[in-house]
């Protein structure tokens, strides 16, 4: 490759998301004592391609820059509390008691994650793709910045390795790399918690990684790798209380470097 191809492959994604919370409760179950909301007022994204390194969304279109939208600028989208272990099925919850934060039985439910307007989970990929006609591009990472997450404790994310359809990867495929949504979960304190597995209440224990960056394999020309991205309110976390409400995120970031062979 030409000496000024060698240079370093830089991809930043800077998804950004504003977010008041009211009303939570606390104890056994962490969730709101009544129905009220959390609004998310946009979740953007932006490339910035100084190489063959691209990155998508689900739809599979490859550019220097994509744009995440869960509401916009100008209307926020209304969120609720939500919880799960697995990554495939979903639970909200509402407290019957704002001292214990008991829930009652039977006020468990099954919710879905969306794409856009999402009311309990925002759901979409990060996909990276070598576009390149020759040559491999190494030491591929991606580093994740929570912005002011860290002020929202009960916030979570998780980017879990998938295939190119979205089916969440039950093996690694490669050395090193995390697998399974109890693995990818991601906040700033590494709080541990259960997720929901059930409306009975079951729960799988999950304990968060401060954000790190994560090792991606090297990427031949043409070939890809894919992560389903989740954003949501973890109404298990014991931080999810009423002390602490009117919290915000504002600024969640990826970016995604390496360099060519």
């Known amino acids: 490759m030409k000496a ?21 409760s606390t104890a056994t179950f962490a969730w709101f004592t009544q129905n009220t909301t959390a609004t998310a007022d946009g ?23 994509v744009t995440y939208t869960q509401g916009s600028s100008t209307t926020a989208q209304t969120m609720f509390p939500a919880s799960s272990g697995t990554g495939s ?6 407290s019957t008691n704002e001292t214990t934060g008991a829930v009652a039985s039977g006020t468990i439910s099954s919710v879905s994650p ?8 925002y759901k979409e990929m990060l996909n990276i793709k070598n576009a390149g006609d ?17 002020a929202a404790e009960y916030a979570r994310v998780a ?14 495929a490669f050395e090193g790399q995390k697998v399974g949504f109890a693995n990818c979960v991601y906040d700033t304190e590494g709080d541990s918690y259960g997720g929901l597995t059930a409306t009975s209440g079951t729960t799988a224990a999950i304990t968060a990684t401060a954000a790190e960056p994560i090792e991606v394999k090297d990427l031949a020309a043409g070939e890809a790798v894919y992560y389903n991205l989740y954003v949501w309110f973890e109404g298990q976390d014991e931080d999810c209380i ?6 915000t995120i504002n600024g969640l970031s990826f970016t995604v470097s390496g360099e060519p062979a």
């Open 43 to 65: 979740v953007y994204a932006k490339t910035v391609k100084a190489s063959s390194l691209l990155i998508s969304k689900a739809n599979k279109t490859w550019l220097t820059s």
């Open 89 to 94: 099925s979903w639970f909200t919850a509402t």
């Open 134 to 150: 020759e040559g491999t591009i190494t030491d591929i990472t991606i580093e994740m910045n929570l912005g002011s997450i860290e």
């Open 4 to 24: 000024n191809s060698r240079r370093r492959v830089l991809i930043s994604s800077i998804a950004m998301l504003l977010v008041a919370l009211v009303a939570l």
């Open 242 to 247: 009423d002390t602490n409400a009117g919290q």
């Open 159 to 172: 980017l879990v390795p998938c295939s190119d359809t979205g089916v969440d990867l039950s093996t690694p």
């Open 114 to 121: 969306a794409g856009s307007s999402a009311k309990y989970v």
